[in-house]
T-cell receptor, first 113, second 111 residues
Framework: DAMVIQNPRYQVTQFGKPVTLSCSQT?????MYWYQQKSSQAPKLLFH???????NEADTPDNFQSRRPNTSFCFLDIRSPGLGDAAMYLC????????????FGSGTQLSVL | GENVEQHPSTLSVQEGDSAVIKCTYS??????FPWYKQELGKRPQLIID?????GEKKDQRIAVTLNKTAKHFSLHITETQPEDSAVYFC??????????FGKGTMLLVSP
């Protein structure tokens, strides 16, 4: 039973064309994260929400934005995708931010043409 | 901020052998050290974690050890099986920060 659901599994967009990735959770967790993972690399945290509080990582480009309209859903918006943004985007949740297990979604593989 | 180094980047073993993956961290305030396993094309999943108040934790064939003085922790897998083949990520966090991941170790277990 999927607890963190990401759609779509694969997304193709054009260079510069805005794209939105979605994530939903059935765990009622307080925290939702967005990670970028490129091939053979560690997941890189872009930002996270603790409830409605948004926390951006210092090195996350302005091109990446996020929305969390309610507890269950979180969106990643890439305003003008570049070729370097092609990656797997992983959504994760946890009850809290400190010392808590992360539950990952299956990810969305983004291709930029 | 926290920096986590992980070695080796690739590890090949024969089925039944043991495998050890090592990580070091920079922030002495770090107190939570999980290990995630990511099979090819799948999501990362937590396999074991350890907190700074213990030195070792075991779960069947998997164990993690922590040396706070040296600021390193290790994952030990005994009696490896082909289904253990995956990328393993270590991570660390303090009492006030999110997780910092290591770069991962690709473990290949040959039958």
């Amino acid at each position: 039973d999927a607890m963190v659901i990401q759609n779509p599994r694969y997304q193709v967009t054009q260079f510069g064309k805005p794209v939105t990735l979605s994530c939903s959770q059935t765990l009622n967790h307080n925290v939702m994260y967005w990670y970028q993972q490129k091939s053979s690399q560690a997941p890189k945290l872009l930002f996270h929400y603790y409830d409605k509080d948004f926390n951006n990582e210092a090195d996350t480009p302005d091109n990446f934005q996020s929305r969390r309209p309610n507890t269950s859903f979180c969106f990643l918006d890439i305003r003008s995708p570049g070729l370097g943004d092609a990656a797997m985007y992983l959504c994760a949740t946890s009850r809290g931010t400190v010392g808590e297990k992360l539950f990952f979604g299956s990810g969305t593989q983004l291709s930029v043409l | 901020g926290e920096n986590v180094e992980q070695h080796p980047s690739t590890l090949s073993v024969q089925e039944g052998d043991s495998a050890v993956i090592k990580c070091t961290y920079s922030d002495s305030a770090s107190n939570y050290f999980p290990w995630y396993k990511q099979e090819l094309g799948k999501r990362p999943q937590l396999i074991i974690d350890i907190r700074s108040n213990v030195g070792e934790k075991k779960d069947q064939r998997i164990a993690v050890t922590l040396n706070k003085t040296a600021k390193h922790f290790s994952l030990h897998i005994t009696e490896t099986q082909p289904e253990d083949s995956a990328v393993y990520f270590c991570a660390a966090s303090t009492g006030y920060s999110t997780l910092t991941f290591g770069k991962g170790t690709m473990l290949l277990v040959s039958p």
